[in-house]
């Protein structure tokens, strides 16, 4: 479930946040009016708390899986809460690339799609993985919330068996691999940015 709804979510968001980027004033594509609807889109978004999300748009759940319980429901409204999220996470991690940059690649005649996946992207590269973990963190969070419709998984064992039983061991575990798995996560992508910046 987190690995579906991360690589949907890391498509849309890394899109979104590379159109947020080069649609901003004084940027390569410069476009005021997709920005400025794109811009508080995504922070409306990303201001809806998880588990009011996944009930307000169970009717657009329903339409794309057919159903509003169970793990395939769950990647939907996790997909719409965490690709806003990365959008911004993509964001802030382009604008650390230096303009002179993009400057010195529009110079040399480099066209917009290049200076994107050739010059943006890269020089980013460190920053961005770094971003796709906070993301990827933020996801097994809330697929553990995701355990409210169904959605399987440790969540799931946290409410049925943890909560709803009144089951402390269970619920005790299930936090200690949550915790385990964060810091899995977050040590991987440590590794991961640094050997990308030393390349």
């Not at 409210?148 to 005790?172: E, L, P, S």
Request: net charge positive.
């Amino acid at each position: 479930m987190v690995f579906l709804s991360l690589i949907f979510s890391a498509i849309l968001g890394i899109l979104l946040g590379v159109v947020l980027v080069v649609t901003r004033k004084g940027h390569i594509l410069e476009c005021a009016w997709v920005f400025n609807i794109l811009n508080p889109i995504i922070n409306v978004l990303r201001s809806i708390p998880f588990i009011i999300l996944m009930v307000a748009i169970i009717p657009f759940t329903r339409l794309i899986v057919g159903s509003a319980v169970g793990m395939e429901a769950a990647v939907v409204p996790l997909v719409v809460y965490a690709a806003p999220y990365i959008a911004r996470l993509i964001e802030n991690s382009l604008l650390e690339v230096e303009p002179g940059i993009i400057e010195a690649a529009d110079s040399m005649g480099a066209s917009k799609a290049q200076i994107i996946f050739r010059f943006l992207l890269p020089e980013a590269k460190g920053s961005l993985i770094l971003s796709i973990t906070t993301a990827t963190i933020g996801l097994v969070g809330a697929t553990a919330m995701a355990g409210a419709i169904g959605a399987g998984g440790i969540g799931n064992v946290a409410i049925t068996y943890g909560y709803q039983r009144f089951d402390d061991a269970t619920m005790v575990i299930t936090v200690v691999l949550l915790i385990v798995m964060v810091q899995g996560l977050q040590s991987l992508g440590n590794i991961l940015a640094r050997n990308s910046r030393r390349r």
